[in-house]
């Protein structure tokens, strides 16, 4: 089935210590995102590439970096894990289509990563 | 800046009775919602939309712009209904929506 995929599902690592999160969806969409949901809070917009445009949100922290190698991948990289990064992250993908753009599709969700910082 | 807002964190009904999700959104330009599921252990996924006008698993919702809310709303409710339920404005953009989620309610239907 066509899906995004989100591995791993659960990861720990050590404060300070670089982790890469990754992304891969058959979906064959434009646009790719990256949420973070804290525990009972909403899931909050990190950022999305739509095809090689890389577009930031402006309070999204220095330390979270994000690679789009190809259409079917997209990496969240966070520099040096602090104790409130520890949360759940969402990648969601959705298709613009049309010259102009338009309206896109819904925003398909992978099952996310919980990510925990010791 | 736009903001959805759902009141209620946990709402708890029995089968059988009604139940309404409350979600009341702030936006300047023109709004488009849309309701989002988590059941269990599965992953978020779209229950409705405004534009869809559709009712999904016997679940509505109507967008009154008047009282910016967009209430999700079901006649009988059913256990498998248990569930989070975050109410979503998107807004367009030429590099693709944004999505402003509501904090979530969590709707449990007791047997």
């Known amino acids: 089935d066509a899906m995004v995929i989100q591995n791993p599902r659960y990861q720990v690592t050590q404060f300070g210590k670089p982790v890469t999160l990754s992304c891969s969806q058959t979906?064959?969409?434009?646009?790719m995102y990256w949420y973070q949901q804290k525990s009972s809070q909403a899931p909050k917009l990190l950022f999305h590439y739509y095809d090689k445009d890389f577009n930031n949100e402006a309070d999204t922290p220095d330390n979270f970096q994000s690679r789009r190698p190809n259409t079917s991948f997209c990496f969240l990289d966070i520099r040096s894990p602090g104790l409130g990064d520890a949360a759940m992250y969402l990648c969601?993908?959705?298709?613009?289509?049309?010259?102009?753009?338009?309206?896109?599709?819904?925003?398909?969700f992978g099952p996310g990563t919980r990510l925990t910082v010791l | 800046a736009q903001r959805v807002t759902q009141p209620e964190k946990l709402l708890s009904v029995f089968k059988g009775a009604p139940v309404e999700l409350k979600c009341n959104y702030s936006?300047?330009?023109?709004?488009?919602l849309f309701w989002y599921v988590q059941y269990s252990r599965q992953r978020l996924q779209l229950l409705l939309r405004?534009?869809s006008r559709e009712s999904i698993k016997g679940f509505t919702a109507d967008l009154n712009k008047g009282e910016t809310s967009f209430h999700l709303k079901k006649p009988f409710a059913q256990e498998e209904d248990s569930a989070m339920y975050y109410c979503a404005l998107r807004v367009e953009e030429t590099s693709g929506s944004r999505l402003t989620f509501g904090e979530g309610t969590q709707l449990t239907v007791n047997p």
């Open positions: 936006y300047s330009g023109s709004p488009e």
């Open positions: 969601a993908t959705s298709r613009i289509f049309g010259l102009a753009g338009g309206i896109d599709n819904e925003q398909f």
């Open positions: 405004h534009i």
């Open positions: 979906l064959n969409h434009n646009v």
